[in-house]
Structures are given as C-alpha cells and as structure tokens.
C-alpha cells in the first residue's frame, strides 16, 4: 500500500516534468495560439466542433485538438497547429487529463465549461488545476449546479455565463427540436439572434449557446456565429475516444 501511495504521489511530478520537456522540444508552439480549452462531463467535441467552425470565419485554418492521448501527442499535435500559420486552436480537456496535468503550464486563452463531472470536491480540484494560469475569459454554464463553484476561479478579463437564467450574460430565450435538428433563440446584451443545428437533442442548445458566448468574447459577431453554427457537419463529428495518460 505504500508503494502504491509513493507511485501516485510521484505522478503528478512526473507528468509536469513530461511537460515542461515537451513544451520546448517543440518550440512552446502554444506561446504564439490562442488556445481555447473545452471541459466538461458532456458536450466537449460538440462544443469545440462549433466554437471551431465559428472561428473559421476570421481564422480558416484554426486548430482543433481532441482529447489528446498523451502529453507528447499534445504537443505534437499543438506543433502542426502553429506550423500552419493559425492564430486559434481549440482543444478538448477530459477530467482525467486535467487531473493527471496532461495541461501543465499551458496558456489558456479561454476555458469553457459545459457541465460538472462527477462532485463537486472533484470538479473543485480538476478545475483549480485546468485555472491554474488565470486564462483571459472563464465561459461558464450558469445553469451548473457547481456554477458558483466554478465562477470563483478568477479570470484575467472575464468570466461570462450562458443559460436560461436571466443572470447570464447569453440568455437561451426558447428552443426548439426537430427530428432532423435544432435551433434556438439567444439573447446577449441587446441583441437578439437565432442559432441552428443538424443535430438533434436538448442538449445541443447549451452547446451552440456556449459557442456564441466564447466566439462573442473572441470579438466575433452573431453572424459568424449563426453561420459557424449551420456550418457543422455532424458527420465528421470525432467521437472521444479511451485514452492511456500513462503513455510518455
């Protein structure tokens, strides 16, 4: 039992060690990106994928990470991404991930939240960890039950909120689903716009309305947001897979 708690402990050393050496084995591409984190119980590819396709209006070549298996495999991949002259690249960040420091050091630009993981001692720890370099904008989802956990982690800018909550910064006014997709009406400061999906389900709704909160906050407008939206082809959605953090 003992040597099993030393191994545990010398993990997160070791992992940070991985990480510094990674970081300038490939240059510390990161330094010069953008780097927009997506975390959550649900939603993270979903999320990003939009978030992705809304940049594509300023930036065509922006990044996008999912779930990365490996501290090497994260930064090989952010290497590629800064290899090819974009300026944003968005990344899926699983709790496992965070908890065993696959994101050490790494410079968020912004980090969005879905929805809590499992409780609330272990988003606290997860997310102390992923906010541990204040990032620009915190996108929070309002309607979290850990939401007043996860707004007291500071923010360098701005930590926004969406939801349907009249506190949030993006309100969700109404939804709507369809067999074939959904859509739904958001409201941020005075203005008011529409937002649809191919994908089906309730759920898609926090998704599309976290997206527009975090490319509002990168200083594009609702119509980039409407068409990034549309844009998305859930066909080529990259469905996250199982992934060794042990692999070095």
């Given amino acids: 039992m003992a040597k099993q708690a030393k191994k545990s402990s010398l993990k997160p050393k070791i992992q940070k060690v991985k990480a510094k050496f990674f970081a300038t084995y490939y240059s510390n591409p990161a330094k010069d ?111 979290d039950p850990n939401y007043a956990l996860f707004s007291s982690f500071p923010a360098k800018s701005a930590t926004l909120s969406y939801g349907r909550q009249n506190e949030a910064d993006l309100r969700i006014n109404r939804s709507k689903l369809y067999k074939m997709g959904t859509e739904a009406n958001l409201a941020f400061q005075n ?26 906050a990168i200083g594009l407008d609702s119509d980039a947001i409407v068409d990034g939206i549309a844009n998305y082809e859930p066909a080529k959605t990259i469905s996250p897979t199982t992934n060794d953090y042990s692999q070095f």
């Fill in 33 to 143: 990106l953008k780097v927009i984190a997506v975390t959550g119980k649900n939603g993270r590819a979903t999320t990003a994928h939009f978030i992705q396709e809304i940049v594509k209006s300023r930036d065509p070549k922006v990044g996008l990470i999912i779930d990365p298996k490996s501290t090497s495999d994260l930064y090989k991949q952010l290497f590629k991404v800064w290899r090819s002259g974009t300026d944003h690249v968005i990344i899926t960040a699983p709790s496992q991930a965070i908890a065993n420091h696959l994101f050490y050091q790494l410079p968020f630009f912004a980090i969005v939240v879905t929805n809590t993981t499992t409780t609330a001692v272990q988003d606290e720890e997860i997310k102390s960890i992923l906010f541990n370099k204040e990032p620009y904008f915190a996108i929070l989802n309002h309607d």
């Fill in 191 to 216: 203005e008011k716009f529409d937002v649809a999906t191919y994908l089906t389900g309730e759920e898609n709704v926090d998704y599309m309305a976290a997206a527009a909160l975090t490319a509002m």
